[in-house]
């Protein structure tokens, strides 16, 4: 999918929400339990509930890896039902030197054929730059995450420039606002400032709005560009909404309610 | 395994060398892929030919994820044929939010039963801890990677000391010697003297010697401790030494090498 293509799904669902497919057998309503494949079946449920309402969908692989096997097969149905309007994000933070990184990318964008998969950048250039020689295809690196752990290396500072800034610079530098996104966690959002000032025009996937404490009328004041340049991720907060036989109608509820928001927000800029 | 019983497998092979099972399709000998299972095969050959020799065995996981489901089955049975009294290392690169790397976690300790586990960094303190909840198991941090994208973000400096010094002296406060180690690269081999100032006590794994160039004799000059501490990979060098028919040969062959000039280096310094 192109970055056009994204803004066009964005402005005709006023929306830039991402959901989390973050299925847990010890979460998921215990119905689906007797079922052949309880995760796909959580996933399809989900998906049907919110299709209209996201533009992006986002299974942390985690969670299908902790499986074995069957995990991956779950993912590969996932994938097979999400609508093709929707971009799809590995949330793989995978990351190797390049022959190998290359072979990273040949799984998730062939193999499974997402949109794009996100990327630790400690290994630098190389681990990077394989994942853009896919047409079409995006890098999603960590620039500042909204973890706890966040603040151990992210913020180590050299001539007043943190690591996360060093990042955003550099990896810039390797390919562009039509192929590359940034993670930056909604928990700092004034840093949305500082991210902005070094790449005005890049797509941010930023986690951590709902449960996490982000607050996404901040995130949007800060975060927003002349593309939207958003997506705003919430995982728990939608696919957790209940834990019982409602949960199709609760998830539905709750991304309705981030979405209406969010199309407030867009018709406010004049992108919807 | 703990680590005086790695210590105790180095003394009795006067080897510490870890065998790098990066079977990829496209170079794997070609008689092999006319078998069900090319991978498999290819690495109970190598593993036949060299557990004489190797004291750990490191499957580095890209190359069995870009082939779906089945490099998963592949890897499954590598791993049930590795000789139980040989170190494991899934070479993941793994690292998320804590309760996503927990599932990273429970992924190569439970479902595929792997001592260690590569970790990248970046999202520091909660992506690593989840890993070492694992009695006997290990978490390998990248420190100072040995390729060419390490320059970019491991040598920025705060205060005289560069991102890799940060990431030892934090992260190894959050384990001990028991249960951590460092991917530290055999390219920058006069660094290895300031990765022992700061963890002296720690095992190091230590890739690039062979086909990335560093030497063995560097490496075990300023890496070796008291308890060896290293584990010294060679991937390329072994398991495609010879590309056809001989390869079994060729690739103990050039195990046999390595190993021999470690038997002298640990018998030198009295650690065999």
């Excluded at 209940?242 to 407030?264: I, P, T, V, Y």
Aim: charged share 25%.
């Amino acid at each position: 999918m192109t970055r056009e293509e994204l803004f066009q799904e964005i402005k005709s669902k006023k929306s830039f929400l991402c959901v989390g497919l973050d299925g847990d057998l010890t979460k998921i309503p215990a119905h689906l339990l007797e079922l052949e494949d309880p995760i796909f079946e959580f996933n399809k449920a989900i998906i049907e509930a919110t299709s209209d309402l996201a533009v992006a969908y986002k299974p942390n692989i985690a969670f299908y890896e902790c499986l074995g096997e069957k995990g991956w097969v779950s993912l590969r149905k996932t994938l097979d039902i999400i609508p093709k309007n929707c971009f799809t994000i590995a949330d793989a933070k995978r990351g190797d030197i390049g022959n190998t990184s290359r072979y990273y990318a040949k799984t998730f964008f062939e193999q499974y054929q997402f949109d794009s998969i996100t990327i630790a950048p400690y290994m630098g250039s190389d681990s990077v730059k394989p994942f853009l020689e896919f047409e079409e295809k995006w890098a999603i690196v960590l620039a500042l995450t909204s973890n706890e752990g966040a603040k151990d290396f992210q913020y180590i500072t050299e001539a007043g420039k943190p690591v996360f800034q060093t990042v955003l610079e550099k990896s810039s530098s390797w390919g562009s606002e039509e192929n590359m996104m940034y993670v930056v966690g909604a928990t700092k959002v004034e840093k949305l400032k500082e991210v902005r000032a070094i790449v005005p025009h890049h797509f941010l996937l930023v986690p951590g709005v709902g449960v996490q404490g982000g607050s996404l009328e901040e995130v949007a004041k800060f975060g927003l560009n002349e593309k939207c340049g958003l997506l705003v991720n919430s995982s728990r907060g939608i696919i957790y909404a209940d834990s019982g036989l409602e949960f199709k109608e609760a998830a539905r509820a709750s991304a309705l309610k981030l979405q209406s928001s969010m199309a407030k927000i867009l018709e406010g800029e004049g992108l919807a």
